[in-house]
């Protein structure tokens, strides 16, 4: 969680850079009593996934 303060009167806008594993399908924002808040949603990191390999059996 991030908290950053600034106090303005009129219109502003600032900017930031968020990381490339936020899905930016699920951003969001509210304003409530003064308080800008933006919620961001990480996107799913590949799990890695088990494949089991046969091999025949050597007679030695």
């Known amino acids: 969680m991030?908290?950053?303060?600034?106090?303005?009167?009129?219109?502003f806008e600032h900017r930031i850079t968020v990381?490339?594993?936020?899905?930016p399908e699920s951003?969001?924002?509210?304003?409530a009593d003064g308080v800008l808040?933006?919620?961001l949603a990480k996107t799913e990191r590949?799990?890695?996934e088990h494949i089991e390999i046969?091999?025949?059996r050597l007679k030695i």
């Open 2 to 11: 991030a908290r950053r303060r600034s106090r303005m009167v009129g219109r």
């Open 19 to 23: 990381p490339g594993d936020v899905d």
């Open 27 to 31: 951003v969001s924002a509210s304003l």
């Open 37 to 39: 808040t933006i919620r």
């Open 46 to 48: 590949s799990q890695a």
């Open 54 to 56: 046969a091999a025949p």
